[in-house]
């Protein structure tokens, strides 16, 4: 059930795009992301629920294609803040089409900016 | 509003002792969540609590069991632990069981097996 998530990690320079995938072989209710610094807890970035709404932070975007179970992250003009770990979380999709009521989350992408 | 709070934030412990770690949710939130993270395997689903109910748990041996206090108040323990167990474990608060919401985590409780 564990959501798989593509690149494991990335290296980009100072203004540079990526881009972070998060599959699923289960029928999702939402999709959750984290990006988690070093030694410190995972901070939320974003919800995408199916049905299309999103919430988060409004320098991210990200998408969600219910039909394929597939989640991508978009982080353009990276800064060297956007530096960490980043974390999908899915919510499988119980019956009567709601939640099964927990997160289960990918192993993470590795996402270095440099200067 | 103070944040989710863990603790202890450091300990270490002898393999076959046992470990009870402590998470404080954010005011009024009534769900908690628990997550194993070691390298490489990401964050790890231990269980889930609302209303002081287990509402779902991961795959972990039984050596692993919560509860949840009327206050919404969490710990976690762990027994007759094994040098596999040290990893960081992190609390998660939520205003419901989930649904669309919004968990936020403690700092975790990092725990080294000796």
């Known amino acids: 059930q564990q959501p798989v998530q593509s690149p494991q990690a990335v290296i980009l320079r100072e203004g540079e795009d990526a881009v972070i995938n998060c599959s699923s072989s289960k029928a999702l209710y939402s999709v959750h992301w984290y990006r988690q610094k070093h030694g410190e807890a995972p901070v939320f970035l974003m919800i995408?629920?199916?049905?299309?709404e999103q919430k988060g932070h409004e320098k991210i975007s990200a998408s969600f294609n219910e039909k394929k179970q597939q989640s991508s992250l978009y982080l353009t003009a990276s800064q060297l803040s956007y530096s960490g770990t980043y974390f999908c979380?899915?919510?499988?999709?119980?019956?009567?089409?709601?939640?099964?009521?927990?997160?289960?989350f990918g192993k993470g992408t590795k996402l270095s900016v440099k200067p | 509003k103070a944040g989710v709070t863990q603790t202890p934030r450091y300990l270490i412990k002898t393999r076959g002792q046992q470990v009870t770690l402590s998470c404080s949710p954010i005011s009024g939130h009534r769900s908690v969540s628990w997550y194993q993270q070691t390298p490489g395997q990401g964050l790890q689903f231990l269980f889930e609590y609302f209303s002081e109910t287990q509402r779902n748990k991961g795959n972990f041996p039984g050596r692993f069991s919560g509860r949840q206090f009327s206050n919404s108040r969490s710990e976690m323990n762990v027994s007759t632990l094994e040098l596999g167990d040290s990893a960081l474990y992190l609390c998660?608060?939520?205003?419901?069981?989930?649904?669309?919401?919004?968990?936020?985590f403690g700092e975790g409780s990092w725990l080294t097996v000796v």
């Open positions: 998660a608060s939520s205003p419901a069981r989930q649904g669309g919401h919004t968990i936020y």
């Open positions: 979380g899915t919510e499988i999709e119980g019956g009567y089409g709601g939640s099964q009521g927990n997160l289960i």
């Open positions: 995408l629920l199916k049905g299309g």
